[in-house]
């Protein structure tokens, strides 16, 4: 299998890489110390296509495929990895409402995802009671004539309050994943209100609230797919979320790499640079091999689902590797900073501390582990 970008791949990747380095690496830190929301980049990004890069040209995205966006969103997530985060769901969003919306929901939501009119998408599944087991859920939609009624709270949702178009699941029949559909519900809706933004660990640049809904009536039209085809929909986006979370960890363990590679040539101890140390080499080493693997993993699922093969294994193992090596890279660009590597004068701080969730949302490496199994015994 061939990875290396083809001249439309590159282009994306350029400009994403472009805009990164000269908005987004500045904005980062204020980001995160502040924990304002990135408003200004996501536009930027949507004029740059990059909030939809696998929607059709047609569509306002810019048609790229998957692995332009998992390259894409390598170069955010190296400058900003809570930016990077809005992004991958915004993209995400956008990708479900192309694949199993009507036309009429195309042209109503995905122009404004993908332009950044929409700020971002948000994708709300998870629950108070339940992550990991999503057919669980307990938000209800009732059909009233014309209208679904929906009822219920959600939990971890990214830019809940600020996403402009966000897809929500409920239950419309019965128990388990048969009984579960999805909507696409607009910001703004009455009944719709969004809670307070957690006060994170990290990324916190990317705001995270519950959701909770009373009495929220949407239209018919807005049922994204079959009514019962909910729990469907929402395993087909976390595969491919997966990718985007590998892509996040590629991005942070660059920024390891780069931030430590530079800190141990110019800091010196007992008369030579600390790049001179075995000990701080081997770390530098290991920190090179777990980013070409992990960008070779991520690119392979990437590629199975660019041409519609099953990739659902493999999305698994790039989002399990990535994730667990995104925090071993972080680990050890703190411990080759010393002292340094514990105040935010460097960004390992924050890099430290932005990837500990990559092993949590999306499904935790456990789960990771479960899915990867099943395939196997297929």
């Known amino acids: 299998m061939d990875f290396s970008l083809d001249e439309t791949q590159t282009a994306v990747r350029d400009a994403a890489r472009r805009l990164a380095r000269e908005k987004l690496v500045p904005r980062a830190k204020e980001l995160d110390r502040t924990g304002g929301f990135p408003e200004e980049s996501l536009r930027e990004l949507g004029a740059l296509g990059l909030l939809g890069v696998a929607v059709p040209e047609p569509l306002g995205g810019a048609g790229a495929g998957a692995v332009a966006y998992a390259a894409a969103l390598m170069e955010v997530a190296e400058a900003c990895a809570s930016t990077s985060v809005a992004m991958a769901v915004t993209n995400m969003v956008a990708e479900q409402i192309v694949r199993f919306g009507t036309d009429a929901q195309k042209e109503r939501f995905v122009r404004p995802l993908v332009s950044g009119a929409a700020v971002a998408g948000a994708f709300a599944l998870s629950e108070p009671h339940c992550g990991s087991d999503a057919a669980a859920l307990r938000t209800t939609a009732v059909r009233r004539g014309d209208r679904f009624v929906l009822n219920g709270s959600k939990q971890w949702i990214t830019s809940g309050d600020r996403a402009g178009v966000i897809i929500v699941w409920a239950r419309t029949g019965g128990e388990g994943p048969r009984g579960i559909s999805a909507f696409v519900v607009e910001r703004g809706t009455p009944g719709l209100t969004a809670g307070r933004p957690e006060h994170k660990m990290g990324l916190r640049g990317s705001s995270t609230v519950p959701l909770v809904f009373e009495d929220c009536a ?13 729990f469907k929909i929402a395993m087909s986006a976390l595969d491919g979320g997966r990718i985007g979370i590998g892509a996040q960890a590629v991005g942070l363990i660059r920024a390891c790499l780069g931030a430590s ?7 010196k101890a007992f008369g030579e640079p600390i790049a001179e140390r075995q000990a701080i080499r081997w770390k530098l080493a290991d920190m090179a091999v777990d980013l ?16 519609g093969r099953p990739f659902t294994r493999e999305a698994s193992m790039a989002k399990l590797f990535c994730s667990e090596a995104s925090n071993r890279a972080t680990s050890q660009a703190v411990q080759i900073h010393g002292g340094y590597g514990y105040v935010d004068e460097f960004p390992v ?30």
């Open 349 to 378: 701080e924050r890099y430290f501390r932005d990837a500990r969730v990559q092993t949590l949302y999306e499904g935790t490496s456990e789960i990771q582990r479960k899915v990867i199994a099943r395939e196997i015994l297929k």
């Open 218 to 230: 949407v239209s018919a039209g807005q049922l994204l797919g079959e009514e019962g085809q909910g």
């Open 292 to 307: 070409a693997a992990a960008e070779l993993l991520t690119f392979r699922a990437a590629r199975l689902k660019e041409e």
């Open 261 to 267: 590679r530079r800190y141990a040539r110019e800091r």
